[in-house]
C-alpha cells in the first residue's frame, strides 16, 4: 500500500526543531526589524543574522529549495513543504534558512540552465545567502500577457545592448544581479524569441526609476522596481540556458515559485485558525464565550476544512513534482493551487480577522497584514484567472467530445444498451435451460 500520510522521524525531528528556533529566535527579528530582511546586513544586524544561518546550516535544513543533483543540500518539494508550512508564517525565517523568493526561483534557473562559469559567479553566492537576485520580466504596459513585452536586446559583437523598461521587479535595489527577460526575435512568437540575461545590477544603463511599495508600506519602503534599461550591454556569456529559451526556463522558475508561495500561505491560513480559535475561546459576549456561537462554530470549521483540503493539495503536488522532477509535468495542479490559494488565504484570514473585531483591524495585530497577502498572492506570478485558464486546458486534455449528438451518460441509449447486454444474457439463459 503506497499512501502514506508520516513524516519520516528524522526530519520530523528536524520540523520540530525549525518551529522552536522561528518562534524563539527569529521572531524577534520580525517584531524588532520589520521590512529589513531584504537589505544587506549592517553592523547592527549581521552580528545576530550570521549566527542564525549557522544554526540553521548546522541543523541540516540550509538552502533546501535545491536538490543535490543541482548542487544544494534539498530533501525535495515535499519535505520542503512541511519545512516551508513553519517558514511561511514569518518573514524573516525564509533569509535566515536561505530558501526566500525570489531568490530560490533563480537559483534554480541557474542550476538548471545556467553554465559553470555562471553558476560559480551568480548561483553560488546566492545558495551562500551572501547576496539577493532580482527576477525581471514584467513591463509596465504587460504582465500577464508576454506577447505585449516590448524590452528588447540586440546583438553587438559578442555583447548584447538590452533597452526597455520593466515593472515590478522585486528586490531590485538591493540585488547584486538581475535576471532580464528579453525579446532576441522579434519576427518569431513571443515564446520562441525570448531570452534571458544575468546582469549585475551595476552595469551601466541600469537605471532604477522608482521603487513601488505594497499598499501598507510607506513611500521610501517599495522593494519592486521600475527599471529603464538604457543601453545596458552584457557579455555573451550572459546569456542564460541560450537563445530563444526565455519561456522554457520562465517556466522552471515560476513552477517552483508558485509552489512555494503556496507551502508559505498554508502557514498563514493555520495562524489564523490558531488566532481565531484562542481568541473565541476567550472573548465574552451575550451570555457566553465566543466559541459556543454557531456562527462562531461555522467559521472555525471552514477554515479547519478548507485548510486541510489546501495543505493536502500542496503535499501532494509537492509529492508529484519530487516524482517527476520536471514542473511541466505537474503544470496543473501547480495552477489549480496558485488559482486556489488566494481565496483560501482570504477567507481563513478574514474569519479570523472579523471575530478579532476592531483589534483585528488594528495594527496592534498581525492579521491586517496578513490579510493583504491574499490580493498578492492573486496576481503574484501570474494571476488566479490565467492560472484557471492552464487548469481548464490541461484538464481538457483528458476527454475527448461525446461521439453523436447526444452526452454518453444520455439515459435513454443508456438504457436501450443495457437492454442489448440483458437481452443477450437472457438468450443465453434460455439457451441452455
Ligand atoms: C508582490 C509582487 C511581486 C512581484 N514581483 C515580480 C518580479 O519580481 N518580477 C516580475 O517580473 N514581476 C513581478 N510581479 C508582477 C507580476 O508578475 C504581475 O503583476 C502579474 O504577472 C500580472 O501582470 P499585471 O500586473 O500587468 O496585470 P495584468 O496582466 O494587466 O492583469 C490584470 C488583471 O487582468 C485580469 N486578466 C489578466 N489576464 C486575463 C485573462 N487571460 N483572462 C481573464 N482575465 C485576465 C486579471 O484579473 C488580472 O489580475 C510582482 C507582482 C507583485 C504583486
Known amino acids: 500500500m503506497a499512501w502514506d500520510f508520516s513524516t519520516e522521524p528524522d526530519f520530523q525531528v528536524k520540523l520540530d526543531w525549525a518551529r522552536e528556533f522561528v518562534r524563539e529566535r527569529v521572531e524577534p527579528l520580525d517584531l524588532l526589524y520589520p521590512g529589513r530582511q531584504f537589505h544587506p546586513l549592517d553592523d547592527e544586524l549581521r552580528p545576530i543574522v550570521d549566527p542564525l544561518k549557522q544554526e540553521v546550516r548546522d541543523a541540516g535544513l540550509w538552502a533546501t529549495h535545491l536538490g543535490p543533483e543541482l548542487g544544494g543540500l534539498g530533501h525535495g518539494q515535499l519535505k520542503l513543504a512541511l519545512l516551508n508550512e513553519i517558514l511561511g508564517g514569518s518573514p524573516w525565517a525564509p533569509i535566515i534558512f536561505g530558501c526566500q523568493a525570489p531568490d530560490t526561483g ?27 537576485s532580482c527576477y525581471s520580466m514584467t513591463e509596465p504596459q504587460a504582465g500577464s500577457d508576454p506577447k505585449q513585452f516590448t524590452t ?10 538590452i533597452n526597455g523598461w520593466k515593472y515590478f521587479s522585486s528586490n531590485a535595489r538591493t540585488s547584486a544581479f538581475l535576471i532580464v527577460m528579453a525579446i532576441t526575435n522579434p519576427d518569431v512568437s513571443v515564446y520562441e524569441g525570448a531570452s534571458m540575461f544575468l546582469v549585475p545590477t551595476d552595469t551601466p544603463g541600469v537605471d532604477m526609476v522608482r521603487h513601488s511599495g505594497l499598499a501598507w508600506e510607506g513611500p521610501d519602503e517599495g522593494m519592486h522596481a521600475l527599471i529603464h ?5 552584457v557579455p555573451d556569456e550572459n546569456l542564460l540556458g541560450g537563445e530563444g529559451k526565455a519561456f522554457g526556463i520562465a517556466q522552471t522558475r515560476l513552477g517552483g515559485g508558485r509552489i ?6 498554508v502557514a498563514t491560513c493555520q495562524r489564523s485558525l490558531d ?5 473565541v ?14 456562527f462562531m462554530q461555522g467559521d472555525i ?31 496543473k495542479n501547480i495552477s489549480a493551487i496558485k488559482a ?20 483585528g483591524v488594528s495594527n496592534e495585530m498581525p492579521l491586517a497584514a496578513m490579510w493583504m497577502s491574499a490580493p498578492v498572492m492573486s496576481v503574484v506570478d501570474g494571476p488566479t484567472e490565467v492560472h484557471k485558464i492552464t487548469v481548464a486546458r490541461e484538464v481538457l486534455k483528458d476527454y475527448k467530445p461525446a461521439p453523436g449528438l447526444w452526452p454518453t451518460a444520455h439515459l435513454p441509449a443508456k438504457r436501450e444498451e443495457a437492454r442489448h447486454k440483458l437481452a443477450e444474457h437472457f438468450e443465453h439463459v434460455v439457451g441452455n435451460s
Open 229 to 233: 534599461y538604457d543601453n545596458v550591454r
Open 340 to 359: 486556489l490559494m488566494p481565496k483560501v488565504v482570504h477567507d481563513a484570514v478574514w474569519r479570523s480577522m472579523h471575530a478579532h473585531g476592531a483589534l
Open 152 to 161: 528588447r536586446a540586440e546583438r553587438d559583437g559578442d555583447e548584447w545592448i
Open 106 to 132: 533563480n537559483a534554480e534557473i541557474i542550476a538548471h540552465y545556467g553554465t559553470d562559469g555562471q553558476k560559480e559567479r551568480y548561483m553560488k553566492p546566492l545558495l551562500e545567502g551572501e547576496v539577493f
Open 260 to 265: 512555494h508561495h503556496a507551502m508559505r500561505s
Open 301 to 331: 470549521a471552514d477554515s479547519y476544512a478548507e485548510l486541510q483540503q489546501f495543505r493536502l493539495f500542496v503535499l501532494y503536488t509537492a509529492w508529484e513534482i519530487d516524482q517527476f522532477k520536471d514542473y511541466r509535468r505537474s503544470r
Open 281 to 294: 475561546l476567550s472573548r465574552e459576549t451575550q451570555g457566553s464565550v465566543l466559541a459556543q456561537k454557531q
Open 275 to 279: 488566532l481565531l480559535c484562542e481568541r
